[in-house]
């Protein structure tokens, strides 16, 4: 499992994420606060607040590098 911080500021950044994420068979979860969502669904990113840095979890070591390089432009840090 790999957590990292994304930045997800604008409608383009959160359909892009969501059709990266549904490339892969893995399980992804967005964290913030005390709210945990599937990173697959937008109406649950809808509900977040999106001003703020989220944790991204990725719960799979096989994919985490592939997501990683395909998200490197949501990455902060």
Known sequence: MK???????SIDKVKTLVNELAKYDSDFDLISGRYVIDAK????IFSLD???PIDLCIHSDDDADAVLTALSSF???
Do not use: D, P
Not at 3 to 9: A, D, E, G, M
């Open 3 to 9: 957590t990292v911080k994304i930045s997800l500021n």
């Open 41 to 44: 669904s937008m109406m649950g």
């Open 50 to 52: 999106l001003s703020k």
């Open 75 to 77: 990455i902060l840090e």
